[in-house]
């Protein structure tokens, strides 16, 4: 039973361009989000995060929009440079139950040409 | 720069043989996390220290244990590992606030081979 869902195991875009990595979960509880980058032969890395009491959350090149009603989020990244290329996993929390176990999507392979 | 170090990065052990995969942390973060995440697969959180109290995930084998000597060491032992248990061994750090949104810091992970 996924709760968390990153249904693109892959993306491939430009240089420069806007990459849009999405993220869809089945938890009504779930109020916090986050997304973390992976490299190979590293451990993820804190991205960015959202409550879910906002819809929107900007850092830099980075902005995550979340869809509640859709139980929707997705991370656009603006403009799109090589060294974004990674795994970036969406997770997501119950701040009511366990403030402390995230769930995990599989991961979405982002590549950005040059 | 404070961080979370696992050692060893790499780990061959046979199959039924004890193995123990090590994580340490300078960051003085309270809350300690084991997640085993499998090729293509989801990180799968196998257990959490909050201090000294140890928190197991139902469904987290018996074959998988673990200790916290002090805050910055946490241990996994894998009593008997079976070829299913071959995967990266992410460890991870956190500081407990309270208000649910608390970031968990990564380790590099541990791959470890079952042979």
């Known amino acids: 039973d996924q709760q968390v869902k990153q249904n693109s195991p892959s993306l491939s875009v430009q240089e420069g361009r806007i990459s849009i990595l999405n993220c869809d979960y089945t938890n009504s509880m779930f109020d916090y989000f986050l997304w973390y980058k992976k490299y190979p032969a590293e451990g993820p890395t804190f991205l960015i995060s959202i409550s879910s009491i906002k819809d929107k959350n900007e850092d830099g090149r980075f902005t995550v929009f979340l869809n509640k009603s859709a139980k929707h989020l997705s991370l656009h990244i603006v403009p799109s440079q090589p060294g974004d290329s990674a795994v970036y996993f969406c997770a997501a929390r119950n701040s009511g139950g366990s403030n402390y176990k995230l769930t995990f999507g599989k991961g979405t392979l982002l590549t950005v040409n040059p | 720069d404070a961080m979370v170090i696992q050692n060893p990065r790499y780990q061959v052990t046979q199959f039924g043989k004890p193995v123990t995969l090590s994580c340490s942390q300078t960051?003085?973060?309270?809350?300690m996390y084991w997640y085993q995440q499998k090729s293509s697969q989801a990180p799968k959180l196998l257990f959490h220290?909050?201090?000294?109290?140890?928190?197991n995930e139902a469904d987290t084998p018996d074959n998988f244990q673990s200790r916290r000597p002090n805050t910055s060491f946490c241990f996994l032992d894998i009593r008997s590992p079976g070829l299913g248990d071959a995967a990266m061994y992410l460890c991870?750090?956190?500081?407990?606030?309270?208000?649910?949104?608390?970031?968990?810091?990564f380790g590099p992970g541990t791959r470890l081979t079952v042979l």
């Open positions: 220290y909050y201090d000294k109290d140890f928190n």
């Open positions: 991870a750090t956190s500081r407990f606030s309270g208000a649910g949104t608390d970031t968990q810091y």
């Open positions: 960051l003085n973060h309270n809350v």
